[in-house]
């Protein structure tokens, strides 16, 4: 873009436009006119010749033509911070990926499991708790825990003991304890439970 724009302002020169000249067709053109000063003095010393004079016949525009040169210039503006406006969103969308990752790792690093193990333990959990929502349900219709869990749905890993007043739920996990939840509202990790109680 910039060796076109240095060859369009070299083209100009030659025809002998002065550095207004070129700052008005640099804008009609869509180039911009920024560090325009510097970028004309070093033309025309590449080109070995004397400034030319402004014309005031040259470049002449009216003033509906003068308001297309300023929509031009404000419509590349737009384009430029557009495109910034999307670098800047893709940038936070890397740095955002880039943070969760980092947090996900270190909870991993920190519990000594993965992420994928984390999401198989909690569903294991979920199930002991649903299977003993629904014995501490059949109890309470039926005034006791005898073949509640047989009646119930009890699907593995978990397990389901009962000795008709109270009841036990717990499944392993990959820690090597078992999350249970028994009669008496007691739930959480322990070694292995005790009878129809957790502990």
């Known amino acids: 873009m910039e060796e076109t724009r240095k060859a369009f302002i070299q083209k100009l020169i030659q ?27 070093q033309c025309i ?20 033509e003068k308001a297309d040169l300023e929509k031009s210039e404000q419509r590349h503006h737009r384009k430029k911070m557009g495109t910034l406006k999307s670098a800047l969103i893709a940038l936070f969308v890397i740095v955002f990926s880039v943070v969760l990752l980092m947090f996900l790792n270190d909870k991993a690093l920190f519990s000594g499991q993965s992420p994928e193990m984390d999401l198989g333990e909690s569903l294991v959990k979920t199930k002991v708790e649903t299977t003993a929502a629904s014995v501490k349900v059949y109890g309470g219709r039926l005034g006791t825990y005898d073949g509640a869990c ?44 005790l009878g129809v109680r957790c502990k």
């Not at 010393?45 to 509906?64: Q, R």
Request: hydrophobic letters at 30%; charged letters at 25%.
């Open 15 to 41: 025809e002998g436009k002065s550095r207004q000249d070129v700052r008005t067709a640099l804008i009609s053109q869509g180039f911009g006119s920024k560090d325009l000063d510097a970028e004309y003095d």
């Open 45 to 64: 010393a590449e080109l070995g010749i004397e400034e030319p004079k402004h014309v005031h016949t040259d470049f002449t525009y009216t003033h509906t």
């Open 150 to 193: 047989e009646d119930v749905s009890v699907v593995d890993p978990v397990i389901c003991k009962e000795d008709g007043t109270a009841f036990v739920v717990f499944a392993p996990l990959s820690t090597g304890v078992v999350y249970c939840v028994d009669s008496t509202g007691t739930k959480g990790d322990v070694i292995r439970p």
